[in-house]
């Protein structure tokens, strides 16, 4: 079993910066990836930021130039440094731990926290 448990979100004004952070114990071996997702109200859920166990990261496009996702050295924790947030980014940011069960991955989430940027 993993556990996922995130921290930092909060209200800013537009152009501020949050950091989030994740924390994940457990079961953790096998792991693909960690990263960030975001649910705005009336919305899906859709892709931030991710960084697979090889370092690679990958951003959507609006997180492209604004946000940074890294992780500490033993890789248990992983972190999302947001700057320059805008309104439209308020949702609630889900931590995610992706990992091989056998053949298969499976997903594994955090409870959320909220991110709210005022205009």
């Known amino acids: 079993q993993v556990q996922l448990v995130e921290s930092g979100g909060g209200l800013v004004q537009a152009g501020g910066s949050l950091r989030l952070s994740c924390a994940a114990s457990?079961?953790?071996?096998?792991?693909?990836?960690m990263g960030w997702y975001r649910q705005a109200p009336g919305k899906q859920r859709e892709l931030v930021a991710t960084l697979a166990s090889t370092d690679t990261t990958t951003y959507s496009d609006s997180a492209k130039g604004r946000f940074t996702i890294s992780t500490n050295n033993v890789k248990d924790t992983v972190y999302l440094r947001m700057n320059m947030l805008k309104p439209e980014d308020t949702a609630i940011y889900y931590c995610?731990?992706?990992?091989?069960?056998?053949?298969?991955?499976?997903?594994?989430w955090g409870q959320g926290t909220q991110v709210t940027v005022s205009s």
């Open positions: 995610n731990l992706r990992k091989l069960q056998g053949v298969r991955p499976l997903d594994y």
């Open positions: 457990g079961f953790i071996a096998s792991m693909i990836s």
